[in-house]
Each structure stands twice: as C-alpha cells, then as structure tokens.
C-alpha cells in the first residue's frame, strides 16, 4: 500500500461505478480512509473503503452524512465532487428539463458540498477539494451544450473557491477528462461511433483515457506533494485540449 494519501479522510462522491470508484480504491490503496458516496447501495470488500448512501441534490442527507463522517473521524481532508450526469443531445433536442437536472447536480449541488465541507475542514485548519470538470468545456464538444455549460461553471467554481478559502489553508481544484473508457463511453459509441472515432483520433497520445488516469491524477492533488497547487485545471486528455 502507498503511503501518499496516508491516514487520510477522505470523500468521493459518486463512487459506486466508473471514475469515481476507480477514485475510491485508488485513495484506499494510498493509504486514505474513504468514504464512498453514491445515491444507490453498494458493497466492496476493501476495509478502507465504506459506502454511505447519500443523494448529492438532498441538502438534509448531504448533512447528515458528512456530519457523522466529522463525528467518527473528527475531520475531513478532502472532497472529490465526482459526481454528475450527463443527456447528450443536439441545441434543437435538449428539453428543459434535462437542463434543469443537469445543473442541480453538476452545478448547484457541487457548491452545496463545498459549502458544507469546507466549513468542517476549517475547524481543523484547512483541506483540499477536488472537483471534476470536463475537457467539453474548454473544448465545446456538438451535442454536448448544456453538459458543457455545467463543466465550464465546475472550472470557473474552481478558481473562485480557491482564491475564497485559500485563507483557511483549503486548496480546490480540478481536474478536466477527456474521453475515458467507462460505461457511460460504451452507451454514448453506440449512438454516434463515428463522431467519437474522429475525437479518439484526435488526441495524440493516441488512446482513450482510462478511469485509473483520472484516479491517480485526483491522488496527486488530493496529496501533500500538491500542497502549492491550488486553483488549477488539469487536463487528463491525453494532450487532446491543446
């Protein structure tokens, strides 16, 4: 086991599948004490790691878990605000409603937990956030408007709150995916292979990123070897954004 993320406590929210439970077993296996958090049940077998049952857009249940997390640990270190959701669809196609729920989970619910969390890492001087933006908003991406409207507020939360919380020895940033191989890529091939064909053709690393990318660049953040870095992006694109 690593020692980078050593004893600390951390929360990963979205964590039942794709990236953000990559995230959760990265974190375990770098020493960190994980609360995984997801709106559906799920179960590991890794003692490191322990599922809470939480819904990011319910303010009461985001309260309770992260005060009983305060309570059990008497801190928290960091924050990974990994989940979201996405509806792929055209300018002409997308429904208001779609919209709606997209940025009260990428957008205001993320700032709820900031709020929430960074009130309780100040009590013991300071802690680090890290958010999940998305290379479609430094990119655009057709299809993608409204998704990429939320990611782009994600990137613009992220150097805001780090000027803001600096003062209480909280870092926030963020790194931004490009395409990564998960169950979300598999469902969004199927429907327009040949658009995603022509992006992958287009980094030049020459492959999709994979879910342990993503993990280990959150690690690094998360760490006391980023201790001078804060409000910053990182791309893990491959090289596809520059």
Same mark, same amino acid.
């Given at each position: 086991?690593?020692?980078?993320?050593?004893?600390?406590?951390?929360?990963?929210?979205?964590?039942?599948?794709?990236?953000?439970?990559?995230?959760?077993?990265?974190?375990?296996?770098?020493?960190?004490?994980?609360?995984?958090?997801? #709106?559906?049940?799920?179960?590991?077998?890794?003692? #490191?790691?322990?599922? $809470? $049952?939480?819904?990011?857009?319910?303010?009461?249940?985001?309260?309770?878990?992260?005060?009983?997390?305060?309570?059990?640990?008497?801190?928290?270190?960091?924050?990974?605000?990994?989940?979201?959701?996405?509806?792929?669809?055209?300018?002409?196609?997308?429904?208001?409603?779609?919209?709606?729920?997209?940025?009260? $989970?990428?957008?205001?619910?993320?700032?709820?937990?900031?709020?929430?969390?960074?009130?309780?890492?100040?009590?013991?001087?300071?802690?680090?956030?890290?958010?999940?933006?998305?290379?479609?908003?430094?990119?655009?991406?057709?299809?993608?408007?409204?998704?990429?409207?939320?990611?782009?507020?994600?990137?613009?939360?992220?150097?805001?709150?780090?000027?803001?919380?600096?003062?209480?020895?909280?870092? $926030?940033?963020?790194?931004?995916?490009?395409?990564?191989?998960?169950?979300?890529?598999?469902?969004?091939?199927?429907?327009?292979?040949?658009?995603?064909?022509?992006?992958?053709?287009?980094?030049?690393?020459? #492959?999709?990123?994979?879910?342990?990318?993503?993990?280990?660049?959150?690690?690094?953040?998360?760490?006391?070897?980023?201790?001078?870095?804060?409000?910053?992006?990182?791309?893990?694109?491959?090289?596809?954004?520059?």
């Amino acid at each position: 086991m690593s020692s980078l993320l050593e004893n600390k406590v951390c929360i990963i929210t979205g964590a039942a599948q794709g990236i953000g439970h990559q995230i959760a077993k990265q974190f375990a296996a770098d020493g960190a004490i994980v609360y995984a958090c997801d #709106r559906q049940e799920f179960t590991t077998d890794n003692e #490191r790691i322990h599922p $809470v $049952v939480m819904d990011i857009t319910d303010a009461a249940s985001v309260k309770a878990a992260f005060m009983q997390i305060f309570k059990t640990e008497g801190r928290i270190d960091c924050l990974v605000n990994n989940a979201g959701i996405v509806y792929n669809r055209k300018i002409g196609m997308i429904l208001r409603e779609e919209t709606e729920r997209m940025f009260l $989970v990428n957008v205001i619910a993320v700032l709820e937990l900031i709020q929430l969390c960074s009130r309780l890492m100040a009590r013991n001087g300071g802690g680090n956030i890290v958010n999940i933006a998305s290379v479609t908003a430094v990119l655009g991406s057709p299809g993608q408007v409204a998704y990429s409207a939320t990611k782009g507020a994600i990137i613009s939360m992220t150097k805001s709150a780090a000027k803001e919380l600096a003062s209480q020895g909280i870092r $926030v940033n963020a790194v931004a995916p490009g395409i990564v191989k998960t169950e979300r890529f598999k469902e969004l091939y199927e429907s327009d292979g040949d658009k995603i064909d022509a992006r992958i053709g287009r980094i030049a690393l020459g #492959r999709l990123g994979t879910p342990e990318d993503i993990a280990h660049a959150c690690a690094f953040l998360a760490s006391d070897r980023a201790n001078y870095i804060s409000g910053q992006i990182l791309g893990v694109d491959g090289c596809a954004s520059i």
